[in-house]
């Protein structure tokens, strides 16, 4: 602002003395205008420099004499130069006589800013106030006065100067204090002068506030002292120059403030001894009450020593009575001392002898185990064989005795599960895996796999679980194996009446109770229940079997869970059980575990297979005038996607979580279409796809693939009607599932059989022919090419030999038309393939589907299976050519597996599983010679080995040691290895993956599971 001021005073002057030398110029001689020419030089006495009066009566001088020479005639020239240097003379002494009124004017100033200074410092150290506040007190007055930005003071503390007050400053960023010889501060200190520090933008601390930040340009230091020393320092940062008078005024205060530090620091001294000297007549005062109370305390003390002086002598007496007795009981504690190191030592040998007798115990568990299901895995194997009459050998009552056979081996099978599970808790070998479960969807899983048990029986089954039930924590698979024993109890041993399921609250738990109208329990029969191998009714006239294991499995596991049973029952009343479950399982940390073995149904009606967790399907209210769709997906929110879809356009939907649940509910319900996910939690979902194409009842159904992994050829190879990879967009599903109703509506496929012979020709129209299928034929390549144009086919039969071109010229005009959409391709020919042109079909199964038939039974299964065509629909030359390629499997159709397996009766039923199908059979009795078999391969040339089928516990060497020797060597890194075991440990899949196998399968043996995963591995 001053400087605004500054600059307008002096343009006001030069106006002045421009318009003064205008007029002057334009009125002749004789006119007193330099009278004018008094004003400016009048005016620059406002002018805040001294400088300014003389240089204003200067630029006047000039002005005028220019005047002079230029202005209009007048009066006698000589005596206007005259009169002009009067006027001259009278100005530039008024420029010297203004040099001199500014300058004192600004000393006036200067000495009343110093002295305003001088009383503001004064009355902020005035008052007895504490150091800090004093000093707080000072900054803030010469930081007003000077215009600093920041400001700090130090006071001299023994050997240091430590920091007291700061003003402006960031927090801790400034030093605490300081010694000799460190920064320009103890320069300031050393030479008793103000110091000046410039241009120091760089390096200067910020200084500002919540909403300004900037640094100092300079930095002032002022040194404060008394009559003695100096006794502290302040230092101003400053964002412009600081003015001289400010140094001055430093100057002045240092000395005052200095003075009011010592005065400060006195007072705190004083403060100090003040109460220093009461505390010490407050302490005098209470160590005399203390000396007084002493003098009392001791003369009691004295009348009591002399009372306990008597007593003392009469204790002494009875002291010496005691002492006598003591060394009577030392002596009989040292007796019982010795009994009980000779107690403890025999626990500790018990304790050893209980551990080895439990580690004996895991390993018979573990070797029975190999022991029972190893012939048991023949026998059912035997039995499945014997059951499937492959070669129509057998009546209907014996192949009704091998499925007999078959289903009490199962039956024996789930005893020895039991009997297993009982091993296992008893030696604390079975784990929990805790998650979140919904009482609800718990109850409804087992509604769907025994209601259908109850009806058979003529039961009323019945589910009441309230809407409002809590979750709980807890692990399902053994909640569900408890709940089990309950209901297949129940069921069995009621004949007429109802079983129901319910849930309720339990305190902060819940309770499941299962209730039934059977033949009920007596009470003094209640407690033998839950032991082991006890029954109620145990005698040989007993009405209903059982071994008497599930009750005691169900309690050792409710323990597990920290729950517990409780029972009711009155004779011939029926029965109810209830387990209490805790809301949360506790800290049982979750690890994998086996999953248990449910008991056998005590009625053969299949249960359906339970939909995917958290997912609610159409099950529950099927309408059999709607098309229905099969979704195998283990992700619940993109099966709900598939629901909804499916929804949309017009289809019943149901879902399944697992392989294994897929399978079941394609035999079950029949679909019109399966929708599989290849990443299945138990098998792959290319396993399942084989199984059902494998399948006379399913192989019709059409199975759109969806997986995050492309296995586009292999499914497709298989049979799979399409092929998506995710994300999948909703489009692509829509477009899919609308793919279905379309194909469902198309009743007649349409068969393009490209061949030059008439003869051959006309004999695959009459053998793939009917009366759903049309067969189209073409002799030439130009002519299929011309066929295909003009129509859609489902499936092409082609001859490798063509008149105008071959089969390959064919094929290879198809793969570089990337604007249609080929069928399959099925090659026909009776002649084997060389090697090249093996490859040269390789080259083109990229875009086209290619499979070989090298006689009519396999021509049948192909196109049967790309046409997805019922079975039972087929003529019955048809079906019987079907049923004779589906005996011999083309992928196992010359292939070599090692059996590597030392019991005999395995290797038999596996050999009888295998060499049907086309497979060659080599046997290993251990892993030493399974290693010897694939040496003698690779070193001598004999044929090799497509697969291994290798069991675990072998003699020499095991399973687990002979696949880590296998894949230890290069050559073997790809061959594929399914372990086969009996041995039933929880870690038993672990090991074996972990060992280089590429799948697992438990024995005894499903032989479907077999063929499948054999199937799926041999391709790969």
């Known amino acids: ?498 079983v129901t399921l319910s849930a309720h609250r339990d305190g902060d738990g819940v309770a499941f109770a299962v209730r039934d109208t059977g033949i009920g329990i007596a009470r003094e029969d209640q407690e033998a229940v839950f032991e082991a191998f006890r029954q109620a009714d145990g005698t040989i006239a007993r009405r209903f079997g059982g071994t008497g294991l599930g009750l005691s499995i169900s309690r050792e596991l409710t323990e597990l869970l920290k729950g517990r049973v409780s029972l009711q029952s009155d004779l011939g009343k029926g029965t109810t059980f209830t387990l209490h479950l805790p809301a949360r399982l506790g800290d049982a940390a979750p690890r994998p575990a086996l999953p248990a073995a449910a008991p056998p149904p005590p009625a053969p009606i299949p249960a359906a297979a339970p939909p995917a967790a958290d997912v609610s399907d159409d099950r529950e209210v099927l309408d059999g005038d709607k098309r229905l769709i099969l979704v195998v997906e283990d992700d619940p929110a993109f099966a709900r996607i598939l629901i909804d879809l499916a929804h949309e356009l017009g289809f019943q939907c149901l879902v399944t979580g697992t392989a294994e649940d897929g399978v079941l509910a394609a035999r079950q319900y029949m679909p019109s279409a399966i929708v599989l996910d290849v990443g299945l939690p138990d098998h792959s979902g290319l396993s399942v796809l084989d199984r059902l194409k494998r399948d006379i009842r399913t192989r019709h159904i059409p199975v759109h693939m969806v997986s995050g992994d492309d296995y586009t050829r292999e499914a497709l190879a298989q049979g799979a009607r399409s092929y998506m990879l995710k994300p999948v967009k909703r489009e692509a599903l829509a477009q899919a599932l609308h793919s279905i109703e379309t194909r469902l509506d198309q009743r007649m496929r349409r068969v393009l059989i490209v061949e030059d012979d008439p003869a051959q020709l006309e004999g695959l129209k009459a053998l793939l022919g009917n009366k759903d299928v049309e067969t189209v034929g073409a002799a030439t390549a130009a002519e299929a090419r011309e066929r295909m144009a003009g129509g859609t086919f489902d499936c092409m039969v082609l001859d490798m030999t063509l008149p105008d071109a071959s089969g390959f010229d064919l094929l290879e005009a198809l793969d570089s038309d990337e604007e249609a959409a080929f069928p399959p391709v099925i090659v026909y020919t009776a002649r084997a393939l060389s090697e090249a042109e093996e490859l040269r079909l390789r080259r083109y199964s990229k875009s086209i589907i290619i499979k070989g038939a090298k006689s009519p039974e396999r021509l049948i299964d192909e196109v049967t299976l790309f046409l997805h065509q019922v079975v039972t629909d087929l003529p019955e030359r048809q079906q019987q050519l079907l049923a004779a390629s589906l005996n011999r499997d083309a992928m196992l159709e010359g292939k070599r597996i090692l059996v590597v397996e030392d019991d005999i009766r395995n290797v038999y039923a596996l050999t009888a599983v295998f060499e049907p199908h086309g497979a060659e059979v080599k046997i290993a009795r251990n ?75 438990p024995k005894p043996l499903d032989v479907d599971r077999l063929l499948s995963l054999t199937r799926v591995w041999m391709r790969r």
Not at 191 to 200: E, H, I, Q
Not at 386 to 412: C, F, H, K, P, Y
């Open 927 to 1001: 892993g030493r010679e399974a290693l010897e078999a694939l040496g003698r391969v690779a070193d001598s040339g004999a044929p090799g080995v497509d697969l291994v089928l290798m069991d675990v516990m072998m003699p020499e060497m095991d399973g687990l040691t002979a696949t880590r020797e296998i894949r230890a060597q290069e050559r073997w890194k790809n061959l594929p290895i399914i372990m086969l075991t009996a041995k039933a440990m929880a870690d038993d899949q672990e090991q074996c993956l972990a060992a280089g196998a590429n799948d697992y399968l």
């Open 1 to 498: 602002m001053n400087t605004t001021r500054e600059f307008g005073l002096y343009a006001l002057l030069g106006a002045l003395i421009a318009g003064v030398f205008a007029v002057d110029l334009m009125v002749p001689l004789g006119i007193a205008i330099w009278v004018i020419y008094l004003l400016p030089v009048v005016l620059a006495y406002l002018a805040p420099r001294p400088v300014v009066p003389p240089l204003t009566a200067v630029v006047v001088f000039v002005t005028m004499v220019i005047g002079l020479l230029n202005a209009r005639a007048g009066i006698d020239p000589t005596l206007a130069a005259t009169n002009r240097a009067m006027a001259i003379v009278v100005i530039l002494l008024l420029g010297l006589s203004g040099f001199t009124f500014v300058r004192n004017r600004i000393a006036l100033r200067q000495q009343s800013w110093l002295q305003q200074g001088d009383m503001e410092v004064s009355r902020a150290s005035e008052g007895e106030v504490d150091l800090a506040v004093m000093a707080d007190n000072v900054l803030a007055a010469l930081a007003d006065r000077l215009g600093a930005r920041a400001a700090i003071f130090y006071v001299r503390d023994g050997g240091e100067f430590r920091q007291v007050a700061g003003r402006g400053l960031p927090p801790g960023e400034t030093p605490r204090a300081f010694r000799s010889g460190e920064s320009h501060l103890w320069d300031a200190v050393e030479k008793r002068t103000v110091l000046t520090l410039d241009r120091l933008p760089g390096e200067a601390l910020a200084f500002g506030s919540g909403l300004v930040r900037g640094r100092t340009a300079q930095s002032v230091i002022a040194p404060l002292y008394d009559d003695r020393r100096i006794n502290g320092v302040v230092e101003f940062g400053f964002d412009t120059p600081v003015r001289p008078e400010g140094k001055l005024l430093l100057e002045r205060v240092g000395a005052a403030i200095g003075i009011a530090v010592r005065s400060a620091n006195d007072r705190t001294r004083l403060r100090a001894l003040l109460e220093e000297t009461r505390h010490q007549a407050e302490e005098l005062k209470a160590h005399g009450e203390e000396l007084a109370a002493s003098n009392e305390e001791l003369a009691e003390q004295t009348r009591a020593l002399q009372d306990s002086q008597s007593r003392l002598e009469h204790q002494q007496a009875e002291l010496e009575e005691q002492n006598a007795l003591l060394e009577t009981q030392t002596q009989e504690l040292e007796v019982q001392r010795d009994a009980l190191a000779r107690s403890q030592s025999l626990m500790e040998q018990q304790a050893q002898r209980l551990a080895t007798e439990s580690r004996y115990k895991s390993e018979f568990v573990a070797n029975m185990s190999h022991e029972l299901r190893t012939p048991l895995n023949a026998l059912l194997i035997m039995a499945r064989l014997l059951a499937e009459n492959r070669g129509a050998t057998l009546t209907e009552e014996q192949v009704g005795w091998a499925e007999t056979i078959e289903s009490s081996g199962r039956d024996l099978l789930a005893l020895i599960n039991d009997i297993l599970d009982l091993a296992k808790i008893e030696a604390g070998k079975l784990d929990v895996t805790p998650e979140i479960v919904r009482p609800e969807d718990v109850a409804r899983k087992l509604e769907r796999s025994f209601a259908p048990q109850a009806q058979g029986k003529g039961l009323t089954f019945r589910v009441e679980v309230p809407t409002n039930i809590p979750d709980l924590q807890t692990d399902p698979a053994r909640l569900e194996q408890v709940l089990r024993n309950f209901l297949s109890n129940a069921i069995k041993f009621t004949e007429r009446g109802s």
